[in-house]
Nanobody
Framework: VQLVESGGGLVQSGGSLRLSCAASGTLFSINGMGWERQAPGKQRELVARISGGGMTNYADSVKGRFTISRDNTKSTVYLQMNSLKPEDTAVYYC??????????????WGEGTQVTVSS
């Protein structure tokens, strides 16, 4: 599975960005996709995830501001980010995987896309 992210960039506080992640390759085992982020000096953290059935979960810090969605016909997941804050500045990584016993496991990662929010 290969993942290619796009859509990062520089935006002012309060602005919006839309990230995209296109998956290719052997996808039959992929049931979930999601986004994580890593800010300088911090651990990577979950941002949002969506299952094949459309169930979503979000980090508390982005609830109400970010929306994850997917287009199964294009094997693409999106992250719409509104009301961005400087603390959202990070490298955003797309991942794809499956579920086992109710737990998500990632099997593929993108290279990351930089999101910078200026104050």
């Amino acid at each position: 599975v290969q993942l290619v992210e796009s859509g990062g960039g520089l935006v002012q506080s309060g602005g919006s960005l839309r990230l995209s992640c296109a998956a290719s390759g052997t996808l039959f085992s992929i049931n979930g996709m999601g986004w994580e982020r890593q800010a300088p000096g911090k651990q990577r953290e979950l941002v949002a995830r969506i299952s094949g059935g459309g169930m979503t979960n979000y980090a508390d810090s982005v609830k109400g501001r970010f929306t994850i969605s997917r287009d199964n016909t294009k094997s693409t997941v999106y992250l719409q980010m509104n009301s961005l804050k400087p603390e959202d500045t990070a490298v955003y990584y797309c991942n794809a995987g499956g579920y086992s016993g109710g737990f998500y496991y990632a099997v593929a990662w993108g290279e990351g896309t930089q999101v910078t929010v200026s104050s």
